[in-house]
């Protein structure tokens, strides 16, 4: 248990894997994407350029890519993946590469994951490999999974490819003694998702949690299902593994429910899914028999809020059940300050082609454009530890 009061403001602990140089480079990455126009025209053009085959690569890999991803593939992350045992600092491993739609593309996938997943049961670092069910099997057959429409013999052969495919990750998981976390994604595919998740979670995490499910609390819905699952997995008998986010998608849901003239099933503003986030995370240590949680996220107050809690309750900080993480190249002031303090972290980090992981890559710098307050507090730490160095 940490003896000392945590404070998220010690630059010198959170950069201090950062050569004056690297320094000085993500302050100027994080200067840029302050500025909503360039990120507005960046995204577009590198868009365009893309689709017209332009090897933009080149200017990408050093100057945006590096900064958020471990490699081009496995061989390349190892190096990352070594540092960051350095400093006490585990590893998500993820196949970046967005949703694809045919056979040949998803077993392609598997596969990817598959590797990560032996290089895992190797590599004791990497803890977790995190997966999206969607890259196994067509989006449109989760919906129709999600109305509980009848499905075609042509469906149903589909579907018993994805429960195959995610059985096979399942028992590399279980056999390599690596967890494997599934992506929450849109609410209009996630009952699926769930169904399969929690299927995998009673027949693997007897023991120990290997599967975790992603719980999105921006959801009015998902504090009640994270109750009800941690109830199914006292009275069957396993460990509930269970992420904790915020949730990725708020505009896309809101847009999609309105357009449809349905409620959005998003929290009606940040503080209501401030409020549903810290009380995951207080009921999540009030069952730490029966869940292991990862607290997944960049908000300051639910990452010291955990902090207090753990020793309101008398909780060891680095107890096998808890875990906070954020995505690599963010929120480094946070991840070093809590691993200095006990708890068992890890960064978020994608792998893949480079041009495979630029729609990543944009999502990032348009999030940390639009994202009020975080960039700014990010950049402010970068300048404080750049005037501390005196560099
Ligand atoms: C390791 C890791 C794994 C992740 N995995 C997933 C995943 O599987 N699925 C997924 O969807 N996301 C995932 N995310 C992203 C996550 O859901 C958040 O989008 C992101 O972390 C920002 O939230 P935050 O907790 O860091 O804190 P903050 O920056 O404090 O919160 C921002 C979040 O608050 C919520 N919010 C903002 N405005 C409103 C509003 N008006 N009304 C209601 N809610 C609002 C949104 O969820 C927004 O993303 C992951 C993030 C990390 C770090």
Redesign the pocket.
């Known amino acids: 248990m940490s003896n000392h009061p945590i404070s998220f403001d010690n630059t010198e602990i959170a950069f201090k894997a950062l050569s004056h140089s690297e320094l000085k480079k993500a302050s100027r990455l994080f200067s840029l994407f302050n500025m909503e126009w360039l990120v507005s025209i960046g995204s577009s053009v590198t868009e365009r350029l893309l689709h017209m085959g332009i090897p933009i690569h080149v200017l990408v890999k050093p100057i945006i890519y590096s900064h958020f991803c471990g490699g081009e593939d496995l061989t390349e992350c190892t190096k990352l993946i070594r540092a960051l045992a350095t400093r006490n600092v585990g590893v998500?491993l993820n196949y970046g590469v967005e949703a694809k739609s045919s056979d040949a593309e998803y077993e392609f996938s598997v596969m990817q994951n598959m590797q990560a997943i032996e290089l895992a049961g190797k590599e004791k670092n990497i803890k977790a490999v995190?997966i999206?069910l969607t890259g196994f099997g067509r989006l449109g057959l989760f919906e129709k999974l999600q109305q509980k429409q009848a499905l075609t013999s042509a469906e149903e052969v589909e579907l018993k490819s994805i429960h195959e495919r995610f059985d096979r990750l399942c028992d590399a998981a279980l056999v390599n003694q690596v967890a494997l976390?599934?992506?929450?994604?849109e609410s209009w595919i996630q009952d699926p998702i769930d169904e399969m998740t929690i299927e995998r979670m009673r027949r693997v995490n007897k023991k120990t949690a290997i599967i975790f499910n992603?719980y999105?609390?921006?959801r009015n819905d998902k504090l009640k299902d994270l109750k009800a699952d941690a109830a199914k997995a006292q009275s069957e008998g396993f460990i509930l593994g269970a992420?904790l986010?915020?949730?990725?998608?708020?505009e896309k849901e809101?847009e999609v429910a309105k357009a449809a003239g349905n409620v959005s099933p998003?929290?009606?503003?940040?503080?209501?899914?401030?409020n549903d986030?810290n009380l995951a995370l207080t009921f999540c240590l009030d069952h730490l028999d029966t869940i292991s949680c990862?607290v997944?996220?960049?908000?300051?107050?639910?990452c010291l809020l955990l902090t207090q809690l753990l020793q309101e309750k008398h909780i060891p900080f680095n107890h096998p059940h808890i875990s906070v993480?954020?995505?690599y190249g963010?929120?480094d002031h946070i991840t070093y300050n809590l691993s200095d303090s006990g708890i068992n972290c890890?960064?978020?980090v994608p792998f893949g082609p480079v041009k495979e992981v630029i729609p990543y890559l944009i999502r990032r710098a348009q999030?940390n454009g639009s994202?009020e307050?975080?960039m700014g507090r990010e950049i402010k730490l970068l300048k404080k530890e750049i005037n501390r160095r005196g560099i």
């Open positions: 998500l995190c999206k976390y599934i992506d929450a994604e992603t999105q609390l921006y992420k986010v915020r949730g990725a998608y708020v809101n998003i929290h009606l503003n940040k503080a209501a899914t401030d986030f990862c997944a996220s960049h908000n300051e107050h639910s993480s954020q995505l963010m929120g890890t960064k978020y999030e994202v307050g975080q």
